[in-house]
């Protein structure tokens, strides 16, 4: 029993998650090593302390503010109606549950008072302080991966194959994103002016969407001997990334209204338009192809990985479309399929200066994908076994991050405070990570 | 305008989704008055009762005063607030005393929301006017959640009129140079009772 609960354990304490407390620290920089195999998969070959180990388990520190702070846990409307229906707060609730490894120190918090202007001339609305109400603050930013064929495991578990380079994990995912107000732009604009235009249509969509299922990464990687000219080694590396979807759904709702020649509108309408996917009503599925390659070379370490060269996803499951007299017009099976070819690039790098006392890392990385950028930049100072951290980013976002960490023998401990942008208001919140690791 | 507002509060209460936010509808009744309403001079000849806003086209009967009921918030309202302001000019040769109040009422109380049936004068103020004196009454009120008077505003709407009498001979001239309603809510209240 001794050796199936060491194996076990080993398991749980190499979980790697897609953003390790240690790149938190540095701005969420991804630094070259096995961690980075899912971005690019010649680093299923790099040696795991080239440029120490990133982390290890991070704490779902979350829990915390989800089970005790009156703002987001809605546990307090069952224990505490009165606190809760005090405090509570949707968006610090939706925020803290998106980030279930961070304690946020400050959860975003809904406006405190929104004030209607209303006159003959039409409709203002204003925050408590008299400012103009920016709606596009609430307009959704597109969701980022929920539509798309990356599934970044929120845990995910390395398998351990035998065969030096090959590469086996396992994990499970659950993603959100696309959550947003969509006024169209003509509302957008005639809400600001107070005054409607005649014979128009204008629609408010709210949307959502989620999906969860578990992820089946195959890899390999290997070292290139020697190559004559070339002063460093060369590093290759392929692999498909599957999923197996359990969970779906991607919703839409719409409210709409038209003018009549007047400039008066008519009814409200509402429309639903649903997909959704739950096991037993179907499932979903996909693959896609991934290369790398990475570069040590005087010093530094260079990697670049092509994602998505060829991908392929469905989801089989049900459409759901009510109309605005809340009749449901279609209610049917249907599949979503979607493939081809949708690169996503990842380039990273790092390199280590020594210094009189200790050595700084400084690492970079940039992505692309779908016309978005992500860009980090961190650095880390190493002085025997303390580690301190810094680093800038921009994902969805600006983001900061500050970190520390310890090494005691095979264990280590690492923390990370980190900033990032809030849904809907954009605050800035900043959010406390911890993360304990064994490295054997 | 009634659908745009609800079109509106549905953008903003889906972003307002806490225990603490309020939503406050400051309405300017007075954009929404005819000029007639506004401003006009009054013959008194002993005593005279006249009803703004006027919606039956005689000053001088009760009626149904005005209907609110383009009001984003109408339902569970945890706060209302009215003030007046009235600038009166004697513009005759005698002295006259006035005196003026809101009124609030039901919006299915139609015919008189002055007679005291189902409505309330919520606020009073008084004036005494030498000849060729001005001088200007504020009429102010507030109801806090809780206070019964709040039930008269309900998802219909509700009706409000000002009651001014003047006593005395002269003639007078009035102008309303302020008239503004606040209502408040929470809108956590509608999701969580």
């Known amino acids: ?440 | 305008m009634k659908r745009l507002i609800a079109l509106a509060t549905l953008l903003v209460a889906l972003s307002a989704c806490s225990g603490r936010t309020i939503v406050t509808a400051d309405v300017d009744v007075l954009s929404f008055l005819d000029a007639v309403d506004l401003s006009q001079e009054v013959t008194v000849p002993g005593s005279i009762e006249v009803y703004l806003p006027d919606s039956d086209d005689d000053l001088i009967t009760p009626d149904g005063g005005y209907l609110v009921n383009s009001v984003p918030l109408l339902d569970q309202l945890t706060g209302f607030g009215v003030r007046v302001e009235i600038e009166l000019e004697n513009t005759g040769s005698g002295t006259l005393d006035i005196a003026a109040s809101f009124r609030l009422a039901p919006a299915s109380d139609s015919a008189n929301i002055y007679d005291g049936n189902n409505d309330v004068a919520l606020a009073e103020a008084a004036a005494s006017l030498a000849p060729s004196s001005t001088q200007t009454v504020v009429l102010e009120a507030s109801l806090a959640q809780g206070d019964p008077n709040l039930d008269l505003i309900t998802g219909d709407g509700f009706r409000i009129g000002l009651d001014v009498r003047a006593t005395g001979s002269s003639t007078v001239r009035y102008r309303l140079t302020g008239f503004a309603l606040t209502l408040s809510q929470r809108p956590f209240n509608l999701i969580v009772p």
Do not use: C
Request: charged share 10%; aromatic share 12%.
């Open chain 1, 1 to 440: 029993m001794k050796r199936p609960t060491t194996i076990l354990l080993a398991l749980l304490l190499s979980a790697a998650f897609a953003q390790g407390v240690r790149s938190t620290g540095m701005g969420g920089v991804v630094l070259p090593g096995p961690w980075a195999a899912s971005l690019n998969p010649a680093y299923g070959a790099y040696p795991a302390d080239r440029y120490g180990a990133d982390g290890g388990m991070a704490l779902p520190l979350g829990l915390i503010n989800l089970a005790l702070r009156p703002s987001t846990s809605p546990v307090y409307y069952f224990t505490d109606p009165a606190t809760f229906k005090a405090n509570f707060d949707l968006l610090a609730f939706y925020d803290q549950l998106s980030h279930p490894f961070e304690l946020l120190v400050n959860p975003p918090t809904s406006p405190d008072e929104i004030v209607f202007h209303v006159s003959a001339d039409g409709i203002q609305i204003t925050d408590g302080a008299g400012n103009p109400f920016d709606l596009t603050a609430y307009e959704s930013n597109g969701g980022g991966s929920v539509a798309g064929t990356t599934r970044n495991p929120l845990l995910q578990f390395n398998v351990p194959t035998g065969i030096p380079g090959l590469r086996l994990a396992t994990g499970v995912f659950f993603e959100t994103g696309g959550l947003g107000v969509n006024p169209d732009d003509q509302l957008l604009a005639d809400l600001a002016s107070g005054s409607l235009q005649a014979n128009t249509t204008y629609t408010l969509d709210l949307t959502g969407r989620a999906a969860g299922g578990l992820t089946l990464d195959l890899g390999y990687a290997t070292g290139l001997p020697p190559i004559p000219g070339l002063d460093g080694t060369l590093y290759l590396g392929a692999q498909v990334q599957g999923f197996y979807g359990l969970y779906y759904s991607d919703a839409t709702l719409t409210a709409s209204t038209t003018t009549d020649a007047n400039g008066v509108p008519g009814t409200v309408g509402y429309t639903t338009n649903v997909f959704y996917v739950y096991p037993g009503s179907g499932y979903g599925a996909g693959a896609k192809l991934d290369f790398g390659l990475v570069l040590d070379y005087a010093g530094g370490t260079y990697g670049l990985g092509l994602r998505n060269l060829y991908s392929f996803e469905t989801w089989s499951g049900q459409r759901r479309i009510t109309d605005a007299s809340g009749n449901v017009v279609n209610d049917t099976p249907e599949t979503v399929t979607r493939s081809g070819f949708a690169p996503k690039v990842y380039a990273n790098a790092a390199y280590v200066q020594p210094l009189e006392v200790g050595d700084v890392l400084y690492g970079a990385d940039l992505g692309y994908a779908g016309g978005g950028m992500s860009a980090h930049a961190g650095l880390e100072y190493r002085y025997e076994i303390f580690r301190l951290r810094g680093g800038l980013g921009y994902e969805n976002g600006f983001q900061v991050g500050l970190g520390a960490g310890a090494l005691f023998g095979p264990a280590s401990l690492d923390l990370a405070l980190t900033t990032h942008s809030a849904p809907f208001t954009g605050q800035t919140v900043f959010g406390l990570a911890a993360s304990l690791g064994l490295h054997f």
